[in-house]
């Protein structure tokens, strides 16, 4: 599965190309939307999806910023839940006006709350703040929104490595923050990624994998099979 990075360019008509070609190893893309552009918003949702073949749709937050909650953007989120399409929703890793908008995203999922949404990078939570500990107050408020939408929310643990640049493999502060979150929401709603080519700046991808199959050491064997791969082919295989 692939989610298109704003990093590398518009890679849509790239990806396409490569599903084409390679259709027994990319099982899924997902692509680039711009909703400030409200006139053509919906237009270019349909054109990722039945041009490019996207199952849906990547918004990355504050690279194109806008107030996900505002009325004029309702359109969008009604589209996106008619349609049956999946978001996936980056909510930034900064500190800025548009980072980490949760209150705003709450709103959202409370008028939607049969919206299917993954939430990439634990939904970032503020993560990267080192003064973030145990229970992590701010990841506590992304969880917070699976009880709203238990059944089509999903998050992700891709690129996590980055929350602490100074710690090393094996990850214990990570290995703390994906234990509360798999004890909060369970082993089902929880996707492993590894936010490639950036990762490799860090971690080497048997080192990702190593993560969760040798080093989370509170999960089962199924726990394991579930996340590194059969929860992604429920989400994005559907």
Same mark, same amino acid.
């Given at each position: 599965m692939v989610l298109q990075s704003p990093c590398y360019g518009d890679q849509k008509e790239y990806v396409s190309d490569c599903m084409k070609l390679y259709p027994d190893k990319i099982l899924a893309t997902f692509g680039k939307l711009d909703p400030r552009k409200r006139d053509t918003t919906v237009d270019e949702i349909d054109k990722l999806v039945n041009l490019y073949s996207c199952s849906g749709i990547k918004i990355e937050i504050p690279d194109v910023p806008f107030k996900i909650d505002a009325p004029e953007y309702d359109f969008l989120w009604r589209k996106i839940v008619e349609d049956d399409l999946l978001v996936v929703l980056d909510l930034g890793f900064g500190d800025g006006e548009y980072d980490f908008n949760i209150e705003r995203l709450t709103n959202v999922i409370n008028r939607y709350p049969? !919206? +299917?949404?993954?939430?990439?990078?634990?939904? !970032?939570?503020?993560?990267?703040?080192?003064?973030q500990k145990n229970p992590?107050?701010?990841?506590?408020?992304?969880?917070?929104?699976?009880?709203?939408?238990? %059944?089509?929310?999903?998050?992700?643990?891709?690129?996590?490595?980055?929350?602490? @640049?100074?710690?090393?493999?094996?990850?214990?502060?990570?290995?703390?923050?994906?234990?509360?979150?798999?004890?909060?929401?369970?082993?089902? %709603?929880?996707?492993?990624?590894?936010?490639?080519?950036?990762?490799?700046?860090?971690r080497?991808?048997?080192?990702?994998?190593?993560?969760?199959?040798?080093?989370?050491?509170?999960?089962?064997?199924?726990? +394991?099979?579930? !996340?590194?791969?059969?929860?992604? @082919?429920?989400?994005?295989?559907?």
């Open positions: 049969d !919206i +299917k949404m993954v939430l990439p990078h634990l939904g !970032i939570s503020r993560l990267w703040d080192l003064s992590y107050p701010e990841l506590q408020k992304t969880l917070k929104l699976f009880n709203i939408n238990k %059944k089509n929310l999903y998050i992700d643990i891709a690129a996590i490595q980055f929350f602490d @640049l100074n710690d090393e493999h094996p990850d214990k502060r990570n290995q703390d923050i994906v234990k509360i979150v798999y004890e909060t929401i369970g082993p089902d %709603k929880i996707l492993w990624g590894t936010d490639f080519p950036t990762i490799l700046k860090l080497t991808i048997r080192q990702c994998l190593d993560f969760v199959i040798n080093q989370c050491d509170f999960l089962t064997y199924e726990d +394991k099979i579930k !996340i590194l791969g059969q929860n992604a @082919l429920a989400v994005y295989g559907e």
